[in-house]
């Protein structure tokens, strides 16, 4: 027997659709055009995560990197795995708009540069104005890359604003033999031929109404980097911004300049370095990122929280929030990891 189930999302909005016997809860939602954010369709990226809020409910896999034991017990749910039992109603912790967007699209680009922004970082520069329209993303969204000459995808965060000529840069880590690293150390060139499917992922700025508290995760800055210049775009922001940036040595730092320039652009806008595993020349905060916060002002003060990075630096970061026992904030996070890289 078919049962009712109820999408509702941050906006207010709700939409309604029948699921048959034993089919899973994303391919009721698509087949219903409620378009759900996605990526692996295996239990193991957390993308199409939601909250069952009444219904009963399985889940075939979930990876314990996309929902943790303390997620499932408060009934967070993967789209892509879940069978209801019953009528049951869920909730999404985005706009409504995300799912109504076409579904994501393939675009072909060409290289236009290689930027070199740290020892262990590039910037790659690409030109989708070949596409007809601009693309309609929203900063902290991703694409998913093909590798040029293999049959290998990469996912990397956006880190600039859409515009109206499609010039777009995502940050990238290069590892001593990821595909992607040896694809632009050793076979990049301008005018190559680049396809990526976007936009992906429900993670992007929601409106600023209370202070916020950006984590970035090495490569994981790239995300924040299209936040902040679509905010620093937008004029002044009235609530306070820290960005707190964590790598591990302090080679692997970049694009500090552009940090810089948001504490001009942006009124209220702070940022701190953190390296784990610093130099003997670093002056600057070292250890986690944790250790420096201000659990007083953040139990004080409630704020929004956003994290993109590894998942230990996501975890971390949870644990401590629920030592600390602060209790007013929202969190939205972005885990990547680096061998199939969401940056
Ligand atoms: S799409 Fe990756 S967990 Fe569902």
């Known amino acids: 027997m078919n049962h009712k189930v109820a999408f509702s ?7 309604f659709f029948e699921i048959k016997p034993n089919e899973l809860l994303l391919d009721a939602a698509l087949r219903n055009g409620v378009n759900i954010p996605l990526d692996c369709r295996e239990g193991v990226c957390g993308t199409c995560q939601g909250r069952c809020e009444s219904g009963q409910y399985t889940q075939d896999y979930v990876d314990e990197e996309a929902l943790t034991p303390r997620d499932l017990a408060q009934r967070k749910m993967l789209s892509c795995q879940t069978r209801v039992q019953s009528d049951a109603s869920f909730y999404f912790d985005f706009d409504s708009g995300l799912c109504n967007a076409d579904a994501s699209r393939l675009v072909q680009a060409v290289v236009t540069h290689v930027e070199l922004v740290s020892a262990t970082t590039a910037i790659l520069h690409i030109d989708a104005s070949s596409h007809s329209q601009q693309l309609d993303y929203l900063p902290g969204q991703y694409a998913r890359m093909q590798v040029p000459g293999t049959d290998q995808w990469r996912s990397y ?4 604003c859409p515009n109206a000529t499609n010039q777009l840069q995502f940050l990238i880590r ?26 992906l992922g ?9 202070p916020l508290v950006l984590v970035a995760g090495g490569t994981g800055l790239s995300a924040f980097l299209g936040m902040l210049d679509d905010i620093a775009d937008k004029g002044s922001c009235e609530q306070p911004i ?7 040595q302090d080679n692997d730092l970049c694009e500090l300049p552009r940090l810089a320039a948001y504490r001009e652009r942006i009124s209220n806008f702070d940022y701190h370095l953190v390296v784990s595993k610093p130099s003997a020349t670093w002056a600057g905060k070292t250890g986690w990122i944790p250790e420096h916060f201000d659990p007083k002002q953040m139990e004080a003060n409630p704020f929004d929280i956003y994290l993109c990075g590894p998942p230990p630096m ?5 644990s ?11 969190m939205y996070y972005e885990k990547f990891v680096e061998s199939n890289a969401k940056q």
């Open 9 to 15: 999302f941050a906006d207010g909005k709700t939409s």
């Open 157 to 160: 965060s956006f880190a600039n």
């Open 174 to 199: 290069l590892l001593p033999d990821g595909a992607m690293s040896s694809f632009i150390r050793e076979r990049c060139q301008p005018g190559q031929i680049i396809e990526f499917e976007a936009p």
């Open 202 to 210: 429900s993670f992007y700025l929601r409106q600023i109404t209370r």
């Open 242 to 248: 820290q960005l707190f940036y964590g790598v591990t």
């Open 314 to 318: 996501v975890e971390a970061i949870r």
């Open 320 to 330: 401590w929030l629920d030592t600390q026992q602060i209790q007013h904030f929202q």
